[in-house]
């Protein structure tokens, strides 16, 4: 999952050396987006960030506000220019937002990403293990395996110990760097089973019925929030809007409404639903556990 800033055409390198300008109005206080960048494995800080950041909300309010004011103007509409940069501000502000707030969208998608692979990945080293495959080239076959974000992580790894790296020094460093909790226990079991010299098939065999035990947990606790979110669900957008629409034919047909705005409210009540359905569908992606 390769790191690009939202809104942008340019490399991140590139973004950096032009917006080294605004640097100095980043601020030096450090904060939880100093380890969301970190996770995304870019060479960027966060002063560096918050200055492209900075610079696209500039050259966006600037552009957006000729455009909006030059078409306002055109078209004879008072309070053109006011109307064309409060709208370029909107705008501005929307990319912006969805700028700052992209390393963490980043950082958690790739976290599930990882953890989703995760019992997969240790099932498939368990049996390399069984095998008689050494550590080593179980971590290369898994790098080059396709098991997402986790292959990644591997190959950051194995890449350290060709480098001279010793292996429980690798292991270690990028369990401490993973924002992935389970991740991170399931790497430092390794490491220390290592450094004991245990058997790193029963490592392996624990972490593996550790993650089996936390996925019932984590189903169990999906199920119990899906019954509220259901009953939402049919109040919102299949009571309600069923309700809606039978009083609207009977008002209409009482009142003697004009068709025009009854054809209106229809098409409203229909938008709400289609929005309910929308916003549904990403709750209950949002609420799925993070190891299915």
């Given at each position: ?7 942008t055409?340019s490399?991140?390198e590139?973004?950096?050396?032009k917006s080294?300008?605004?640097?100095r ?6 904060g939880?987006?100093d380890e969301?960048l970190?996770n995304?494995g870019e060479p960027?800080?966060r002063?560096?960030y ?15 506000s000729?455009?909006?004011t030059?078409i306002l103007a055109i ?9 064309g940069?409060?709208?370029?501000f ?8 969805n700028?700052?707030n992209?390393?963490?969208i980043?950082s958690?998608n790739k976290k599930?990403?990882?953890?989703k692979?995760?019992?997969?990945v240790?099932?498939d080293?368990?049996?390399q ?5 050494p550590?080593?080239?179980i ?6 395996s ?5 292959s ?12 001279g790296?010793?292996?429980i020094?690798a292991?270690?460093?990028y ?8 991740f991170r226990?399931v790497?430092w ?5 290592m450094?004991a010299?245990s058997?790193i098939?029963?490592?392996i065999?624990?972490g ?9 947990i984590q ?5 119990s929030?899906?019954?509220?979110l ?9 009571i309600?809007?069923?309700l809606g629409?039978?009083f609207?034919?009977?008002?209409s047909?009482?009142l003697?409404i004009?068709?025009r705005i009854?054809h ?6 229909a ?6 359905q929308?916003?549904?569908l990403?709750i209950?992606k ?7």
């Open positions: 999952m390769k790191f690009r800033i939202p809104f055409f490399d991140t590139v973004l950096k050396r080294k300008s605004l640097i109005f980043a601020g030096m206080k450090r939880k987006l969301y970190r995304t960027i800080n002063r560096q918050l200055s492209i950041c900075y610079r696209c909300f500039l050259i966006n309010m600037l552009f957006f000729a455009i909006l030059f078209l004879g509409a008072n309070y053109s220019y006011l109307i940069v409060g709208s370029a909107l705008i501005s502000g929307f990319v912006f937002f700028q700052i992209y390393p963490r980043f958690l599930r990403n990882i953890e692979n995760l019992i997969p240790l099932q080293m368990m049996v293990l069984n095998s008689g495959v550590i080593f080239e971590m290369v076959n898994i790098s080059n396709d098991y997402g974000e986790v990644e992580e591997f190959k950051k790894i194995t890449k350290e110990i060709s480098s790296m010793p292996q020094e292991i270690e460093k369990g401490k760097m993973n924002t992935s909790e389970y226990r790497l079991q390794m490491s220390n089973g450094r010299g058997d098939g029963i490592v065999e624990e593996i019925r550790m993650l089996n035990a936390e996925q019932a189903i169990q606790g999906y199920g929030k899906l019954n509220p259901i009953m939402f669900y049919m109040l919102a957008a299949v309600l809007p069923s629409v039978t609207l034919i009977i008002i047909s009482i003697n004009e068709s009854v209106l409210m229809f098409f409203l009540i938008g709400s639903v289609i929005f309910m929308i916003m549904f990403g209950i949002s609420k799925r556990p993070t190891l299915l």
